[in-house]
């Protein structure tokens, strides 16, 4: 479910290196978490992101969520199928439903993440948690 | 738009509270359009007619306006009457809408609002022809200064995220006028969800303080991070969670130590009034909910009114005009306040509520204890009604209001909208569903004071039979409403999907 190449952040988003440039999206356990996702905000390419703020917003029929970035960088390229189908982010949050890319400009705070494992435990604890 | 045939034979038996009553199908106006229909004649023009082209410029006049439905009067009643019986409303039964306090608006409040005289006053007349006027302002003032422990106040905010903000301003105001606004405002994570978009508006970074266990403000962890950094803290009290923030002293203590102010989201004063003062504990400004805790309208666009309390020191930052008071007696409006944050809102803000709600102040009295009292009663009540049928996953003390979740009925695939959406096959408006975001699958119910015990029993029934259903018939729940005039509405394509305009 939570494939072993991606690293995770404490606010449910995932991240892919390839080389230079990682894809990020949010997790399976986030999609659940929203309901079904109607709208995606997303950065215009060429924006910079830092990590652990903001970068775009993801709303769902619950609530409008923001999206923290994994990485610090410049984003490389944004998922502009999601306008029209935000719906993929439910049906394909690990695949289709990517969301940025980004130039990484620190490799080094890819360790800060949680790989696979350490990311099942804690959504396993927040599920324990009161209040979740 | 048609409405159901038949509601599914199952729920007869169970629905008590809802009959469907007569009510009309109707379309949308639009389509009630026919060319040359009016609703009046207008005499024939017997003064020298003016063009409006050389009036108002020629680029502001159009001859006609596109798609402009065409009817006459007795259409648009109708139109406007079939629609409202559509409505629900508090005068229909109870408005149990969480975090809303969705109390009845008494008769008495719209009687005087009513009154010739405050009904026909302009906003401009000079102040020495409004002189009642200015003093309901001035007692209205009085009275809130006392129930919540403040020195100032104002009435300008029209809603209480508008004075989240006009608070927020004023708390910036004063630490620029020390040299610094700083940066950050605070925020527990079991906040309304307007405190953070009003720190944004006021021009700082927000930061989210995580509950502790007992959902309550962690102050190790709050100590631990307000630095000279931090500009306030915005705290609901009780918070989101129906809890109530006893350590409020202490945290107070912990912000001014570092020179941050505590700014308190007062939309749960109905949990507080006539028995904690906020301005007691500490706290430097407070915005009240006259919709909510004084019995204004609300929903259904109000109007609101959010005024703002603040301590001496945030006083000469308030919008202008204040209301005072001359060495001889007569109420006027002081605008000579260099130190002001400016206007917020026209005028003196939404005055025919202000009347309304001192209506209410005075109604009450001291009697404002008892109304808070049977409010904590109510939520007590219905919590000990449901608590073996739902899970409630924070056990401290209730105040106003009580956070249920659906985790018992998830099992069966009942969620906490389907219980929702039942509920109104029941004759209740539905709780707050989903909210606070930090308990999954919320049921928040606040029943308010408005509430006898016999409707509050109606509603646990009502509620326990849900829960009954939510075992032997899922099924029923998860496609509720039944008894409305349509059945459950694409939520997930209407967000998707939106159609804005009508098109024949």
Redo the contacts between chains.
């Keep these: 479910m939570y494939p072993a190449d991606f690293r995770y952040t404490k606010d449910h988003e995932w991240i892919r290196l390839e080389g230079a440039v990682g894809t990020v999206g949010i997790t399976d356990y986030a999609q659940q978490?929203l309901g079904?996702v109607?709208?995606v905000e997303l950065p215009k390419p060429g924006a910079r992101v830092k990590a652990g703020e903001s970068f775009g917003t993801i709303?769902s029929?619950?609530?409008v969520s923001e999206l923290f970035s994994p990485v610090s960088g410049e984003v490389a390229e944004v998922n502009a199928s999601l306008a029209d189908s935000?719906?993929a982010v439910n049906r394909d949050p690990h695949g289709a439903a990517w969301l940025v890319k980004i130039r990484v400009s620190d490799a080094k705070e890819m360790t800060a993440l949680m790989d696979s494992a350490a990311y099942q435990v804690y959504i396993a604890e927040k599920a324990k948690e009161?209040?979740? | 738009m048609s409405p159901r045939a038949s509601k599914p034979a199952a729920t007869a038996g169970a629905l008590r509270n809802s009959r469907r009553h007569v009510s009309l199908d109707e379309g949308l106006i639009f389509e009630k359009s026919a060319e040359g229909k009016r609703g009046m004649e207008l005499p024939p023009l017997d003064v020298p007619p003016v063009d409006p082209a050389e009036a108002i410029g020629g680029s502001r006049v159009r001859d006609a306006i596109s798609g402009f439905p065409e009817v006459s009067e007795v259409e648009v009643v109708r139109h406007f009457t079939r629609l409202s019986t559509w409505n629900y409303a508090v005068d229909l039964g109870m408005y149990p809408l969480g975090s809303c306090t969705m109390k009845y608006n008494p008769r008495v409040n719209e009687h005087i609002a009513r009154l010739e005289g405050l009904a026909s006053e302009h906003p401009q007349h000079p102040t020495g022809m409004a002189q009642g006027c200015l003093r309901i302002l001035w007692d209205l003032e009085t009275c809130l200064r006392e129930i919540t422990g403040m020195d100032a106040a104002t009435f300008a905010p029209a809603a209480g995220a508008h004075g989240e903000l006009t608070g927020l301003l004023m708390i910036r105001a004063h630490l620029e006028q020390q040299g610094n606004p700083r940066k950050t405002v605070l925020i527990p994570d079991s906040a309304h969800g307007t405190n953070p978009a009003s720190a944004v508006i006021a021009g700082y970074g927000v930061q989210h303080i995580p509950s502790d266990s007992r959902g309550l403000v962690d102050t190790a962890r709050l100590a631990g991070v307000v630095n000279s950094d931090v500009a306030a803290l915005m705290l609901t009290n009780p918070n989101t969670l129906g809890l109530f923030e006893g350590e409020m002293k202490h945290i107070a203590a912990i912000l001014h130590e570092r020179g941050a102010q505590l700014y308190m989201d007062g939309a749960n004063m109905n949990a507080l009034a006539g028995i904690v003062r906020p301005g007691d504990s500490g706290v430097d400004a407070l915005h009240l909910n006259l919709h909510k805790t004084f019995s204004t309208p609300h929903g259904g666009g109000g109007p609101g009114a959010g005024p703002v309390l603040v301590k001496q020191h945030l006083a000469r930052y308030l919008p202008v005009p204040v209301v005072a008071i001359t060495p001889d007696g007569h109420f006027t409006l002081d605008r000579d306040r260099p130190l002001s944050i400016g206007r917020v809102r026209a005028f003196q803000g939404n005055f025919g509520v202000l009347a309304r709600a001192l209506a209410y102040v005075l109604a009450y009295g001291p009697g404002i204890r008892q109304a808070t009292e049977d409010a904590l009663l109510n939520a007590n009540y219905i919590r000990k009604g449901l608590e073996d049928f739902f899970d409630l996953p924070l056990s401290g003390p209730t105040m106003h209001e009580v956070v249920f979740s659906d985790a018992r009925q998830k099992k069966n695939g009942v969620t906490t909208m389907d219980i929702a959406k039942r509920l109104i096959d029941y004759g209740f408006h539905p709780y707050t569903t989903a909210f606070p975001l930090i308990v999954s699958g919320a049921m928040m119910i606040e029943p308010t004071e408005s509430e006898s015990r016999e409707e509050c029993d109606r509603f646990i029934e009502a509620m326990r039979s849900i829960a009954s259903e939510a075992e032997t018939n899922p099924e029923l729940v998860k496609t509720a409403p039944h008894s409305t005039r349509v059945g459950r509405l694409d939520e997930v394509t209407a967000a998707r999907k939106p159609i804005f305009h009508w098109k024949p």
């Design positions: 978490q079904d109607v709208f709303e029929v619950k609530a935000p719906e009161t209040p979740a």
